[in-house]
């Protein structure tokens, strides 16, 4: 078994760990399940750091090239961005709902068929990199850790998908924390999570975060197909549903800035934007055809 796998299989547990005891520290109120659910979670970034650089390592090239790999990315950013969100606001509690998400991405990732997991030769399509890195690098001795557009833009844009399904776990506590305030409850086990007015606004923190990655992702992907495809845009199935993506947070962001949108409204469209994202991730790569199918 590659490294690799050896490390997926630790980070796996860790996240199992770490969704557990952010439950536990959420319901039972016990300062110390907090401060292990954190430990492990920076254990799990570590781990989950590991699998990249020993895929990278494996393969010759960066582990961004199929679901498995990309998945993998997606648990990275959504692990780095909550531990940011924690580090600066100290609400645990939030991470009973991302930790659970990243987890259910390593199970999604788990559950994929072996062929995605083992270590093959990089599809023709999809070798390209910055020739000045790899002349830099081979100074040193790690060529095959440089770059290309391919991975400049699976990287900003999985960067941008983890900011939102942030959002999207923020977005689920303030409906429910809202419908609370609203019928009045101010204790009970939602008497951890933030006011409303809290989670409306760091729930437009991440989207405004994550929104330029996306739309740096969309334009290198764009210079990386017309480079693999001779055009830069071809109305690929991907292509298509990462316009339609990209706008429904632009209208997130356009309304809640020009319209004064906030609360329940900013809400649903922050969970339908994501919603957005599942189906353009597991939807179009197994649903329809197209350029990304190897994807």
């Not at 023709?124 to 095959?144: F, I, M, T, Y």
Request: proline share 3%.
């Amino acid at each position: 078994m590659v490294l690799s796998l050896v490390f997926f299989s630790f980070s796996f547990g860790f996240y199992i760990l770490a969704a557990l005891f952010y439950f536990g520290n959420w319901t039972l109120k016990k300062k110390w399940l907090g401060q292990l659910a954190t430990s492990i979670s920076y254990v799990a970034l570590f781990s989950t750091t590991m699998i990249l650089i020993m895929r990278a390592g494996e393969s010759g090239h960066a582990p961004f090239s199929n679901l498995y790999e990309s998945m993998v990315l997606f648990v990275w950013g959504i692990n780095l961005g909550y531990l940011i969100l924690e580090y600066r606001h100290k609400f645990k509690a939030i991470g009973a709902f991302v930790m659970s998400l990243a987890f259910l991405a390593m199970l999604s990732a788990s559950l994929l068929p072996y062929r995605f997991k083992s270590v093959e030769p990089l599809n023709p399509a999809l070798q390209n990199k910055w020739h000045w890195l790899v002349d830099l690098l081979s100074k040193v001795g790690l060529e095959k850790y440089a770059i290309g557009w391919l991975d400049f833009h699976v990287f900003t844009t999985f960067v941008g998908y983890s900011a939102f399904a942030i959002s999207f776990g923020i977005s689920i506590m303030y409906l429910i924390k809202n419908r609370s305030e609203a019928r009045g409850g101010k204790g009970g086990l939602l008497a951890a999570f933030p006011d409303s007015k809290m989670l409306d606004e760091l729930g437009y923190r991440t989207i405004a975060w994550g929104f330029p990655f996306l739309a740096i992702g969309i334009v290198s992907g764009a210079v990386w197909a017309n480079y693999a495809w001779g055009t830069y845009w071809s109305w690929d199935p991907k292509e298509t549903w990462s316009l339609i993506t990209w706008f429904i947070y632009a209208a997130y962001l356009h309304a809640r800035v020009t319209r004064g949108w906030r609360g329940k409204k900013a809400a649903y469209l922050s969970i339908a934007g994501f919603l957005a994202i599942l189906f353009l991730y597991w939807g179009v790569s197994f649903v329809l055809p197209g350029l990304h199918a190897y994807a």
